[in-house]
């Protein structure tokens, strides 16, 4: 079954951080007028909120076609402290936003309301009745920041040599991941809050760095802002940020870009037959047939056209995009299906394994061996998570048809290659059919389809760029893996924390960086912070201390039983073929040396034939990269084994400790974190090396 295409939801969220009541009132509010102040700042937060929701609906009325059919959901995040949180929280339903919640601890016996989402982290200082440290609160910080698009934050800009406030911290914290900030501060000359948006021209990667590795302080922070001197004018600054924050795929829907327009072009270019056959039928039946393209046109399409072919140009990434979010999903046809048994039953001959060749001859649909996939244990978590599975199921059926694309195109045209060095060697020696009357040209018309085949296959793969869909599927796919690992305890892959767009050129002009990033920070933003798998307002961290632990167990299991299983197919597969390319060059040299003792026309097969079809099983291996993904399967396979140890070590601790305190569960949800940001970050490491290995591995001719 095919899976469809899951457009992302019109979703945005913005994150409201400030200082708490008694920060306020000490450097706020501290005039006659200070009830007037409060209402300043609550004001002017409510008109900055209205502004920021109306721009991101316009940005998604531009995109409707692409996102979700569904109503735009606009999502504000924040905490329960006093001050600035609870400000927010009372602004959300005015302002159109619908309320989440993220907390070092649980405030339900505050004012707070528990019936919003809110996620409690179950934090607790060490030490007992000690507060909790700052690095507690930025950690919450950055968890809120990564499942919203924009940073509304409410800063005195009181702070001492370097920063030091929350505040200050996660505003550096969102320009490192060039996220949009809006500043709402005090300005001493006017005593009102005025507003400040960061610029996307600041946020070069020499400034990022600068801000990332040298002190940090209120000078440093706000050279990346600008002052706004009204929330209209706010509207007009942030069309740039949506643009590129919820349609930066929109350049690429311009059918008159120039891009578009090549591409246009080469869709549209005529082969040979087709061309000679429309200027047959306009000459023959006197004008009444449509007249094609002039001929100097027609040349002019096929020079470009063999240029592409040749050397594809690569797309960029707003086109990539739009391709991700629009394109029909792919599915295995007849052809490529009978293909793939071929393709089994051949390398089943040659690595003399039965349970492949029964395969690879068994009905539709019990066919495994090379592209076998296997089983998924059934693993509960206690959140619930059904956009991020469909996702999942999507890239990972659209990564494995155009991976079988691909291992199956080689696989055929270096056989292919092979078969037309016997072609050539059995027309010389006309072997049957060709010694019969009218069929010696036989084996050279087969020899001239099987090098037209090779050389149409290389051309359509690379236009086509099955290689290139493959490598960003299997990336989503992967990635979305590692994000349901650890999103249950918020351990999020890298992928979902670095920026999605940079400065470039002359202008430094916004350009995103990665399509796949996007979508996966978008699929994220969507789905927002894990709601309880029992429809519970609140979801506590620490309370899921033991479920957790035998999610990570089944996991880890999982994982080291796949790269296991992977290493040891991939080195036995290795060993066959290289000991069938071994036997086919000892034939040869065996060939070769009677050769000189006895004239045999027919020993021509065995000193061309072999060594092609040996070096096609060498070039086979070389590209597909055999013998180092079954390394690579191995060090991951035994890294998760240390892991596993740690693991079980870990879980006989925990229960050695029950009951636990409330400081016990949040030292135990820190454990599990770790030990799934160590399980993650193994997988990480493994997806990389797998990329970089296979990233320029496109098809192309055989040697």
């Known amino acids: 079954m095919i899976q469809t295409i899951p457009s992302p939801r019109p979703v945005f969220s913005v994150l409201v951080a400030g200082h708490r009541q008694q920060r306020l009132e000490r450097n706020w509010f501290t005039s006659e007028s200070g009830a007037l102040n409060a209402e300043q700042l609550q004001s002017s937060l409510q008109r900055t909120l209205l502004s920021i929701r109306s721009v991101a609906e316009q940005a998604f009325h531009e995109g409707a076609e692409v996102y979700a059919q569904e109503p735009f959901s606009y999502r504000l995040l924040t905490g329960e402290a006093s001050g600035i949180d609870s400000m927010a929280a009372l602004q959300a339903s005015t302002c159109g936003y619908s309320l989440q919640r993220i907390t070092p601890t649980d405030r339900q016996n505050t004012a707070a309301s528990s019936a919003e989402p809110t996620v409690v982290l179950g934090m607790h200082s060490p030490i007992p009745d000690q507060p909790l440290s700052q690095d507690d609160y930025s950690l919450r910080d950055d968890l809120a920041l990564s499942f919203a698009d924009l940073l509304v934050a409410v800063w005195d800009k009181q702070e001492p040599m370097l920063i030091a406030s929350g505040t200050a911290r996660v505003i550096r914290s969102a320009l490192l991941r060039r996220k949009p900030v809006v500043l709402i501060s005090p ?65 690429a829907m311009n059918s008159q870009s120039v891009e578009n327009k090549r591409l246009q072009q080469i ?64 599915g295995i046809s007849l052809r490529e299906r009978l293909i793939s048994r071929l393709h089994l039953f051949c390398s089943a001959i040659a690595r003399l394994n ?59 045209i270096y056989y292919a290659a092979a078969f037309a060095v016997f072609c050539a060697v059995a027309g010389a020696l006309s072997i049957w059919p060709a010694n019969l009357p009218g069929l010696l040209m036989v084996w050279a018309v087969f020899e ?5 085949f090779i050389v149409g296959h290389v051309l359509q793969a690379r236009f086509r760029d099955w290689h290139g869909h493959w490598m960003s599927y299997r990336y989503l796919a992967e990635q979305l893996r590692y994000l349901r690992i650890g999103y249950p305890l918020l351990v ?41 798998r029992e429809a519970a307002p609140r979801y506590h961290l620490t309370q899921h201390n033991p479920a957790m632990i035998d999610y990570l167990r089944q996991v880890l299991d999982e994982h080291r039983h796949y790269f296991a299983l992977s290493h040891h197919n991939l080195h036995r597969d290795h060993r066959y073929l290289h000991r069938l390319a071994f036997g086919l060059f000892f034939i040869t040299f065996l060939a070769v040396t009677l050769h000189f003792f006895v004239k045999i026309s027919w020993i021509l097969i065995f000193t061309a034939f072999f060594p092609a079809w040996g070096a096609a099983i060498h070039g086979i291996l070389n590209h597909n990269e055999v013998v180092r993904m079954s390394s690579l399967a191995g060090q991951v396979w035994g890294k998760l084994s240390v892991l596993s140890e740690a693991c079980d070590d870990f879980r006989q601790r925990a229960a050695e400790h029950e009951p636990v305190s409330a400081q016990r569960q949040w030292q135990q949800t820190q454990e599990l974190r770790e030990l799934l940001g160590t399980l993650t970050h193994i997988l990480s490491d493994e997806n990389m090396h797998w990329r970089s290995l296979n990233r320029h591995n496109q098809t192309d001719l055989p040697a």
């Open 267 to 330: 869709k549209q270019q005529q082969p040979v037959l087709i061309y000679l056959y429309h200027w047959l039928a306009y000459l023959f039946t006197l004008g009444r047939h449509p007249k094609p393209v002039s001929l100097s046109r027609w040349l002019s399409g096929a020079y470009l056209w063999l240029l592409v072919m040749l050397s594809p140009p690569e797309r960029s990434q707003e086109s990539r995009l739009l391709d991700l979010l629009t394109q029909e999903p792919h």
């Open 492 to 532: 999020l892959p890298q992928a979902f924390l670095q920026p999605i767009w940079s400065p470039a050129g002359k202008h430094r002009q916004a350009q995103l960086t990665s399509a796949e990033n996007w979508l996966l920070q978008r699929t994220l933003v969507a789905e927002g912070l894990p709601l309880n």
């Open 187 to 251: 300005e001493s000359q006017q005593g009102r809050p005025v507003l400040m948006l960061s610029r996307q021209a600041s946020l070069t990667e020499a400034r990022l760095l600068e801000l990332q590795t040298l002190s940090c302080d209120t000078e440093l922070l706000l050279r990346f802002f600008s002052p706004v001197e009204n929330e209209a004018l706010l509207s007009n600054a942030l069309q740039g940020w949506m643009q590129l924050l919820l349609v930066p795929f929109m350049p």
């Open 448 to 452: 001239f389809v099987l090098l037209r």
């Open 354 to 412: 039965l349970t492949d060749l029964k395969a690879s001859l068994s009905p539709p649909g019990a066919m495994a061996g090379y592209h076998k996939v296997i089983p998924r244990v059934a693993i509960n978590n206690p959140i619930k998570e059904p956009d991020l599975a469909a996702m999942f199921n999507w890239a990972e059926q659209q990564a494995s048809v155009f991976g079988r694309r691909h291992r199956d195109g080689i696989w055929m």
